[in-house]
């Protein structure tokens, strides 16, 4: 009676080893299921990505040799302001003051020199006996005698002085006023007349109440831009060098 393959040694070996067997195959198909699909995963590793609504790269290298050159691009106002702060001023040449000269200028009487100007120190008055200041110079001169301008210049006022009598202003330029006081009633100017350097603008006279002490003179009085000076500053007369 024939015996069934379960039941030969063959069947024995084939029935212990057969699940090894089995398990082999598994793993066999196991690793080859995994080679390809690594070998997959290689190539497409190895294969760029589809580009999707993106310009291929040629293109865009191509567009970008075509960029615009020339073109003006708006400057941050921070940036504009920090250029003005560090911009060097401009050098503006200050102009030039010109003081004209005025001489030669001339005595508008000449003679003896009977009181100095003060210059700020207080002298007693022959007339009123005070201690005062003497603003400018008494030149000793008959009365009558012709009253010439120091310079060139322009009347600014013609008044008759409770105390300094008949008085004559001119404005003579670069800030200097010429004061003729004591003068005669014959004034031979008026307000706004130009006048020449020697020109006759009056007569002395004895209308100055506050020197009447004195001899007949002129009081001549000189003031730069407002403050009096010493007339023989500019003027030299004879005998003062």
Known sequence: MMRSLKDTRLGVLLGGKGAYITLA?????????????????????????????????EKIVRAADKKQTGVLREVPDTV?????????????EEPKITVPDTQPNVMPVNGEILAPYSGGALVKSETTGVWKTHDG???????GTAVKAMNKGEVTEVREDPLWGYTVIIDHGSGIMGYYYNL?????????DPVQSGQTIGAVG??????????SHLHFGLKRNGSWIDPLDYIAPIGKK
């Not at 504009?80 to 503006?92: D, F, H, I, L």
């Not at 110079?137 to 009365?143: S, V």
């Not at 005669?184 to 706004?192: D, L, Y």
Request: aromatic share 2%.
């Open 80 to 92: 504009t302001s920090a250029a003005k702060t560090t911009e060097k001023p401009r050098m503006t």
């Open 206 to 215: 004895d209308t100055a109440e506050i020197e009447s002490a004195m001899p």
């Open 184 to 192: 005669s009633s014959a004034v031979a100017v008026k307000e706004g």
């Open 25 to 57: 195959g598994v793993l066999a198909v196991s690793v080859a299921a995994g080679a390809v699909a690594y070998g997959k995963a290689v190539n497409t590793l190895e294969t760029p990505p589809a580009y999707e609504n993106v310009d291929p790269p």
């Open 137 to 143: 110079i008494d030149i000793k001169a008959e009365r």
